[in-house]
């Protein structure tokens, strides 16, 4: 049986090391495969010689996501049209762990997945927890000048396509609904003054499902011709609406006769407020963890459905 000392230490950490895998991997299944090697070393270990658990046990977690990461992008060679990180819905009333939504923005996901593994470690452990460059070296066995130079180049990569921005959440929750409101009521007119000239649509139907476009949609005219077509064409008829905090950002949960139908994320414009990115995953293998918040679901009226 395992260690009970060695349970309680790695469940207090647990949450930690979800957070940084699930940022390096951006999908929840791979996390946990990662995380439940993590722990098979962790209790194969002998314990007193480890003087710092929570160093230990992310330095391990970390090398087991990077030494993943190699067969995860032969998969991602394969998927059908655009691939989106697993969304990480907050469930209302949800006790979350500070750690845990250190989860950064799916926008900024996205971005992360062009940096090596490499980069995007260092990226991620340095931009989001807070790590100094010399730890980090240990975690990956490197030279702290190493870690600094991969450290600049990400980024240098990372703020030239996404500079930093948080929008305020209640903005983000009005524009998408008002992104909602026009999307489904077939209004082009409403949707054009809602996108910003240069946004992006992506569409995650991993092939399950038939999404809007196989490749990135850009240009405002575009995008929104293309929702609006693809709505009336094979929206589904009634469609309710939750809104949740997805990865730290005020997005929307559609359901269709109470399945997970789609995730909409909503990236703002730090000018104008408007939308320059459309985050849209409907591939039911990523909405298998999400229900409907019914029963404890406050935030929207009990006819908040669209037609």
């Not at 992008?73 to 990480?88: F, Q």
């Not at 979350?96 to 593994?117: F, K, Q």
């Not at 992506?202 to 999404?211: F, H, L, M, Q, Y």
Request: glycine share 6%; charged share 25%.
């Amino acid at each position: 049986m395992p260690d009970p000392t060695a349970t309680g230490v790695f469940a207090d950490h647990r949450e930690l090391l979800f957070s940084v895998v699930y940022n390096l991997l951006g999908s929840v299944a791979d996390t946990e495969d990662v995380l439940q090697d993590t722990w098979l070393s962790w209790t194969a270990r002998d314990r007193p010689e480890v003087t710092n658990p929570r160093a230990y046990l992310v330095r391990i977690a970390v090398n087991t996501a990077l030494a993943k990461q190699a067969a995860i992008s032969r998969r991602r060679e394969s998927y059908v049209g655009p691939w989106l990180p697993e969304p990480l819905v907050e469930q209302p009333g949800a006790d979350e762990s500070a750690e845990r939504t250190e989860a950064v923005s799916l926008a900024l996901l996205v971005v992360l997945e062009t940096l090596t593994p490499l980069e995007r470690a260092v990226f991620v452990l340095h931009e989001v927890f807070g790590y100094a460059h010399t730890e980090i070296a240990g975690i990956l066995d490197r030279s702290p000048s190493a870690v600094r130079q991969l450290a600049h180049r990400a980024r240098e990569h990372v703020h030239a396509r996404r500079p930093r921005y948080q929008a305020d959440p209640d903005v983000q929750r009005r524009v998408t609904e008002q992104f909602l409101k026009a999307t489904l009521g077939g209004d082009l007119e409403s949707l054009l003054e809602l996108l910003a000239p240069d946004v992006t649509l992506w569409t995650d139907g991993g092939g399950k499902v038939r999404a809007a476009a196989l490749h990135p949609v850009e240009g405002r005219d575009r995008v929104g011709r293309l929702i609006v077509s693809t709505t009336k064409r094979q929206g589904p008829q009634h469609l309710a609406i939750r809104y949740r905090t997805v990865n730290g950002d005020q997005s929307a949960l559609l359901f269709d006769a109470d399945a997970p139908f789609a995730v909409m994320v909503l990236d703002l414009a730090p000018d104008t407020d408007q939308i320059r990115g459309i985050y849209a995953v409907v591939n039911p293998e990523k909405l298998t963890h999400i229900d409907d918040g019914s029963s404890t679901d406050r935030s929207d009226p009990p006819d908040h459905h669209q037609s």
